[in-house]
């Protein structure tokens, strides 16, 4: 019940157009949902997160969108940019350690 | 910078060898946590500690593994017998509560 489906693997966009992630848990009691940002070599960081008491939340260019009912959460970019090239993970925790999705490359060509 | 500080940053071992990763938390976070990342960028969670006590870990861990955050000293988690299959870059990463993971450099371990 912890595991997290995280789609696609691999997108690539065009520069200035979105980018979508996908992500589902099976855990219904999960209360936390976090979107890492990992650039190759590094760490990976924090870029936005939500909340079960909370459905939509925005930073900048950053939108994550929770769907507690079908158990979906996902991030959308908008206005996508080179510098947002990277791997991102999304998470699902129920106060405990987190359990985090598989990964999407994505790419942004100029 | 990361203010979760990990060493040694990369580590080779043969075969049956240990391998001991250490990490120090950030100032004032009680919970650590140990997930190891393959060359395909799964996180595995490995284990967890509040203050010195383990809050959860795998079965995989608690067989081979040996780990431990001890009062006023850095957190461990050491190999007991590395096998190929455990070469991934290990991360350690601490939080306040439950929140934000902050994450260290990582330690990336090779088994020959």
Known sequence: ?110 | NSKVIQTPRYLVKGQGQKAKMRCIPEKGHPVVFWYQQNKNNEFKFLINFQNQEVLQQIDMTEKRFSAECPSNSPCSLEIQSSEAGDSALYLCASTYSTGQLYFGEGSKLTVL
């Open chain 1, 1 to 110: 019940g912890e595991q997290v489906e995280q789609l696609p693997s691999i997108l690539r966009v065009q520069e200035g157009s979105s980018a979508s992630i996908n992500c589902s848990y099976e855990d219904s009691a999960s209360n936390y949902f976090p979107w890492y940002k990992q650039e190759p070599g590094e760490n990976p960081k924090l870029i936005i997160d939500i909340r079960s008491n909370m459905e939509r939340k925005q930073i900048q260019e950053l939108i994550v969108l929770l769907d507690k009912k079908a158990k979906r959460f996902s991030l959308h970019i908008t206005d996508t940019q080179p510098g947002d090239s990277a791997m991102y993970f999304c998470a699902a925790s129920r106060n405990n350690a987190p359990r985090f999705g598989a990964g999407t490359k994505l790419s942004v060509k100029p």
